[in-house]
């Protein structure tokens, strides 16, 4: 029987994780095979997550598979290694328009599957054999296929690029290191990679744990959503029983209302009628009697006069007829009333309860809590462009770069009459409201100011209007020699060294406002933990002639 050649699709043999021939081969639950010692040290860096992946197809396996070498993949392998015997190749193992072709072959070229970085040739898988078999190739340096491998030659000497220079991190030959490049730092191209090789896998180490932190945060986003939604939907089934309770309550009570009204109506209409059927009787009673007077008035007769009179002359007690005379007119009048009360005062409650409940619905944080900054470049990913209204600034201060910078005055500013213009204090807002997370600091020229924030609805006229002396605003005031923290009038000394600039940092969904001296590090100078029911404004107070406070330009 003749022997029959096998032709080996080398990437089929190839690991996927190292790129080289399978060593050790085994094959996982999924079909897929790798290096032993490959799939080993992949899962090893899964050991945390407790889910074992296949890095190809990413199937996942609960607990960790255990290994078994494939011994007929081994054997098969090994025969690629010795033998490396081809039949006729087939259509799809020659060199395409973008493939790497094979420059040992002649005719139709076939892939090649490694180029020789010290030969600057490309191979096929049977003109690269003796690279396996010869010890004269054992020191060269196999590579994954490229056509650029001219990139590897000094444009100057016509010699390979074998040695990195440290000094002006480049690649150059030996000649190199010899002529411009000399008295440089200088090692082989390979230690060099070698130690860029360690950055990398330091930096692929990081990649792969930040993966793995991002997928837990995915997880704990995908289980927050569920419970949000959960919790969304209980309340909403629970409000709305809640809310059909109180329809219930009122609708009884409406009912309630009505019966007594009727009931109270049926009892006032029979008493009327009663009354009304007692006065016709009386009229008929009264009318009869008026007959039978006037007929004995007309009698001639002496004798039968004197007979009936005492009889005719009597009257009969009347019906009381005063309550009649005097009874007001408003009847049930009085009980639309009372319920036009009820009414007036459930409304004020719902008003009341109302603000509460949006205020709870403000505070409902559906995301995952945010790590406060720490240095200034962290800070500044959330610095926000903050200018100063004309319409709020005190009469004494003059606004200038652009609105970015207020100085007391001696002489008035010829500002127009504005509500929101501060009357007695020397202060200022920003025209912008600030929510969310924001930050921006402030310079001053001199010290003697108060920084702080606010909402728009803070009075404009009296002392109340100070910022930090009223439970609408939150200042740090800045002397001299020291900072102290002012809020609804009660102030709270820092202890810190003093800096002419001054950060404020602001997260208003989470409550958080604090304050920091702005130098070559982040010191926090105060934070206060409070719930923010309104926008708020950046505002300024400024203490003496020609001092000054101006808003910095953050990049």
């Known amino acids: 029987m003749a022997q029959h050649e096998i032709k080996f699709d080398h990437e089929k043999f190839s690991c996927s994780i190292c790129l080289d021939l399978l060593k050790d081969p085994v094959t996982i639950h999924c079909g897929h095979n790798y290096c032993m010692n490959c799939i080993k040290q992949h899962w090893d860096g899964e050991d945390q997550r407790e889910i074992y992946s296949c890095p190809q197809c990413r199937q996942a396996f609960i607990p960790r598979p255990v290994l078994m070498k494939n011994t007929m993949l081994a054997d098969l392998v090994e025969d690629l290694k010795k033998t490396g015997l081809q039949a006729a190749p087939a259509d799809h193992c020659y060199a395409g328009p973008e493939d790497v072709a094979c420059d040992f072959c002649t005719g139709r070229k076939l892939k090649a599957v490694k180029s020789c970085l010290q030969c600057l040739v490309s191979y096929c898988e049977q003109h690269l054999q003796p690279h396996y078999e010869s010890p004269a190739f054992e020191k060269h340096k196999l590579v994954n296929p490229s056509k650029k491998l001219q990139e590897n030659i000094c444009s100057h000497h016509d010699e390979v690029m074998n040695l990195f220079c440290c000094t002006d991190q480049t690649c150059i030959c030996y000649l190199c290191s010899m002529d411009e490049h000399k008295g440089h730092d200088t090692v082989s191209s390979e230690a060099e990679r070698n130690e860029k090789q360690r950055e990398l896998k330091a930096s692929q180490q990081k990649v792969q744990q930040r993966i793995q932190d991002r997928e837990k945060d995915v997880k704990m986003l995908q289980q927050e959503m569920e419970t949000i939604n959960n919790s969304a939907d209980k309340a909403v089934r629970d409000s709305e029983e809640i809310f059909n309770e109180l329809i219930h309550l009122i609708e009884k009570r409406s009912s309630d209302v009505k019966q007594q009204i009727r009931s109270r109506h049926k009892t006032e209409v029979s008493r009327v009628k009663e009354l009304q059927e007692k006065l016709q009787q009386e009229i ?50 009085s009980v639309t009333v009372a319920v036009s009360e009820l009414r007036d005062k459930i409304q004020d409650i719902f008003n009341e309860e109302w603000t509460r409940i949006s205020l709870r619905m403000r505070s409902v944080d559906v995301l995952l809590p945010q790590a406060e900054p720490k240095t200034r470049d962290e800070f500044l990913q959330y610095s926000r462009q903050v200018t100063l209204d004309p319409n709020t600034a005190h009469v004494q201060l003059l606004l200038t770069e652009g609105n970015k910078k207020a100085t007391v005055m001696r002489e008035k500013r010829l500002y127009p009459h504005h509500s929101d213009r501060f009357i007695e204090q020397q202060q200022v807002l920003s025209k912008e409201s600030l929510t969310g997370r924001c930050y921006w600091e402030v310079e001053e020229t001199e010290p003697g100011a108060r920084v702080a924030v606010t909402y728009n609805d803070i009075i404009r006229t009296g002392g109340e209007s100070r910022l930090g002396e009223n439970d609408r605003s939150w200042a740090l005031e800045c002397s001299d020699c020291s900072y102290e923290f002012i809020h609804n009038k009660v102030r709270t000394s820092i202890s810190s060294p003093k800096s002419s600039r001054v950060g404020v940092y602001l997260d208003h969904s989470a409550g958080i406002l604090s304050f920091y001296n702005v130098s070559d590090t982040m010191t926090l100078l105060h934070r206060v933990q409070t719930t923010f029911t309104q926008p708020l404004y950046a505002g300024f107070r400024v203490y003496g002639f020609n001092y000054s406070v101006e808003l910095c330009e953050l990049k």
């Open 284 to 333: 008929t009673d009264l009318k009869r009697k008026d007959t039978e007077l006037k007929q004995l008035s007309n009698t001639k007769d002496h004798i039968h006069f004197l007979y009936n009179y005492p009889s005719l002359s009597q009257l009969s007690e009347s019906t009381d007829s005063s309550s009649i005379k005097h009874r007001p007119l408003q009847y049930f009048d």
